[in-house]
């Protein structure tokens, strides 16, 4: 079937039980037993429950994935789908990546004895020259956050294969429907299921997918006794999301595209990152292995940090806010914000500039949010 299909059929049938069309809320934190010979299918929520089997069957099919797993959050998620590592493995990684990712690695993988190389680039030669006799995992993040850099997942998922290295892929700027990493050759996929899949600013989730057996065990379990799970509200309002993920997607890629050709242009602007435009260094990895370029870009203001402060108290449709691939258009300083945790040694070691801003381009009319940052870049001095 294709992709809108399964996102509003697989994993969100008829309810049996009542013929209900929309897979019910099961707000309940335990099951009752028939009897102590048989442990049932639901028998306590942090384990399973049937909201939250519907959204993780539907995550899988969505990413052409045998597995899903959903988590409460995209940081949860990533923390879950590290666990396949013991103190001793080393990981590399692409080196733009979200701020919460680097925490992880820097706070909680360090101190337990887990090596981290950062590739200066996110070119598959790089990935190669960082790998040790330890490496057990290589973290892509595709498009990465904030320079939309893009890698050769496949290119570099075939290095890790002739070496038993494990190809992980953050998806959340692409979402299933504009890139499957899996089929790619990645081993796993996560998402923020808060962004572009729970898609209205609602809820905060993760997931984890995969086709691999004993990956998905070892996922499974860490997500059982860990207990970092979502509620079934949680799980119902992202399943309602995805109905309508295909249609958002193409909205969001529209008015990116439209805005990333104007704001390159523009004379109070030094540099524009989208996928989607030709002067991206990477444009034509991305028109192979991506179905799209997605909502999200990210451009550099000539006049440094104070104007970036002018447009971002200028603007008026784009609210400054740390999130990102909700229907509402966001604005986000990546040094002040979602990268402010870092050291400017560190931010600089990343391009992480002073003079960046990232938009989330929502569903809004393309001409408003044109006509809007107009307005705020104006008086920008050039």
Request: charged share 20%.
């Amino acid at each position: 079937m294709h992709f809108e299909t399964l996102a509003i059929h697989d994993g969100q049938t008829p309810d049996p039980a009542t013929g209900s069309v929309t897979v019910p809320i099961f707000q309940t934190s335990t099951f009752a037993r028939e009897n102590l010979d048989q442990r049932p299918e639901y028998f306590y929520s942090r384990i399973g429950n049937p909201t939250r089997q519907a959204l993780e069957s539907s995550i899988a099919l969505l990413e052409n994935a045998r597995f899903g797993l959903a988590f409460a959050s995209g940081v949860a998620a990533a923390m879950a789908a590290l666990q396949i590592l013991r103190p001793g493995d080393h990981i590399v990684s692409g080196i733009d990546i979200y701020g919460g990712t680097y925490r992880i690695f820097e706070q909680l993988l360090r101190p337990w004895g887990i090596a981290i190389t950062y590739a200066q680039d996110e070119t598959t030669e790089n990935y190669a020259r960082c790998i040790k006799p330890e490496t057990k995992l290589i973290w892509l993040e595709s498009p990465s956050n904030p320079l939309l850099r893009i890698s050769d997942i496949r290119a570099t998922a075939a290095i890790a294969q002739a070496t038993n290295i494990k190809i992980a892929v953050d998806n959340t700027f692409a979402s299933p429907y504009f890139q499957r990493p899996l089929d790619l050759g990645a081993h796993i996929v996560i998402h923020s299921t808060t962004k572009y899949l729970g898609g209205h600013s609602d809820v905060i989730g993760g997931a984890v997918a995969t086709n691999d057996q004993s990956l998905y065990t070892t996922i499974r379990n860490y997500q059982a006794a860990a207990g970092a799970i979502p509620g079934p509200w949680d799980c119902w309002l992202i399943m309602r999301g995805i109905k309508t993920l295909k249609i958002r997607m193409k909205e969001h890629e529209s008015s990116a595209i439209h805005l990333a050709r104007i704001l390159q242009t523009h004379p109070a602007i030094e540099s524009v990152w989208y996928p989607g435009l030709p002067s991206h260094p990477q444009h034509d990895l991305a028109k192979q292995q991506m179905n799209g370029f997605g909502g999200m870009l990210t451009i550099a203001l000539k006049g440094g940090a104070p104007a970036v402060e002018h447009l971002l108290g200028k603007l008026k449709l784009f609210a400054l806010a740390d999130s990102l691939g909700g229907v509402e258009s966001l604005a986000a300083s990546p040094s002040k914000m979602t990268l402010g945790a870092l050291t400017p040694e560190e931010r600089r070691k990343r391009n992480c500039t002073d003079n960046l801003v990232r938009l989330s381009i929502g569903l809004e009319h393309p001409g408003d949010l044109e006509s809007d940052l107009r307005q705020a870049l104006a008086g920008i001095p050039v």
